[in-house]
């Protein structure tokens, strides 16, 4: 089957560490999207990617890395510069890199820093 | 600039009831409407769309959504919901040309009561 698979679903780190969220697609989407969810916040853009090997900042990329070295994969690396980074993190794709496209979603890992 | 307003954080129903979400959104140029569902721990998925021609779109389970240009609104109704449609639903908009960045609103929880 296609689609979208995020791992781990839940991921617990101390404060201080970096971590990095996994995210592949078997669609042969162009582009890539990381999302952060929080309560009452609907959903913000972190970073997004519409070809390989170039990704760009969304709304809140500050505390956060990327890369895209395979059209398949787009992991998100949350790093110790993030000041909260507990929250729930979704990874998406559409199938080209402009248009209005459908967003399809993986499930989303949740995020927990202790 | 485009924005999305959702101005129901929750909306209680009992079940067999009709429901309307309301979606409002601004922006300068044309645009794209889409609403998303959200179970609860997973991604989202899309539940309809508006990209051009009739107004009215209409899913598979029943829902419906109707854009209003004048009125600048994508409301969501269903006309008889069941216990299965409690969810999170989320608006969004994308604007003609280019790369498309996808603006969501907060999200509306709709809770269906037995």
């Known amino acids: 089957d296609g689609g979208i698979t995020q791992s781990p679903k839940y991921l617990f780190r101390k404060e201080g560490q970096n971590v990095t969220l996994s995210c592949e697609q078997n669609?042969?989407?162009?582009?890539m999207y990381w999302y952060r969810q929080d309560p009452g916040q609907g959903l913000r853009l972190i970073y997004y990617?519409?070809?390989?090997?170039?990704?760009q900042k969304g709304d809140i990329a500050e505390g956060y890395s990327v890369s895209r070295e395979k059209k398949e994969s787009f992991p998100l690396t949350v790093t110790s510069a993030q000041k909260n980074p507990t929250a729930f993190y979704l990874c998406?794709?559409?199938?080209?890199?402009?248009?209005?496209?459908?967003?399809?979603f993986g499930p989303g890992t949740r995020l927990t820093v202790l | 600039a485009q924005s999305v307003t959702q101005l129901d954080s929750q909306v209680p129903v009992f079940e067999e009831a009709p429901v309307e979400l309301r979606c409002n959104y601004s922006?300068?140029?044309?645009?794209?409407l889409f609403w998303y569902v959200q179970y609860p721990n997973q991604g989202l998925q899309l539940l309809l769309k508006?990209?051009?021609?009739?107004?009215l779109v209409k899913s598979i389970n029943g829902f419906e959504a109707e854009f209003n240009k004048s009125q600048t609104s994508f409301h969501l109704r269903k006309p008889s919901v069941h216990i299965s449609d409690t969810a999170e639903y989320f608006c969004?908009?994308?604007?003609?040309?280019?790369?498309?960045?996808?603006?969501f609103g907060i999200g509306t929880k709709l809770q269906v009561i037995p």
């Open positions: 998406a794709s559409t199938p080209r890199r402009e248009g209005p496209d459908t967003q399809y």
């Open positions: 669609l042969n989407h162009d582009a």
């Open positions: 990617s519409q070809i390989v090997n170039d990704f």
């Open positions: 922006s300068s140029v044309s645009v794209y």
């Open positions: 508006y990209l051009s021609g009739s107004t």
């Open positions: 969004a908009v994308t604007n003609s040309g280019g790369y498309q960045k996808v603006t």
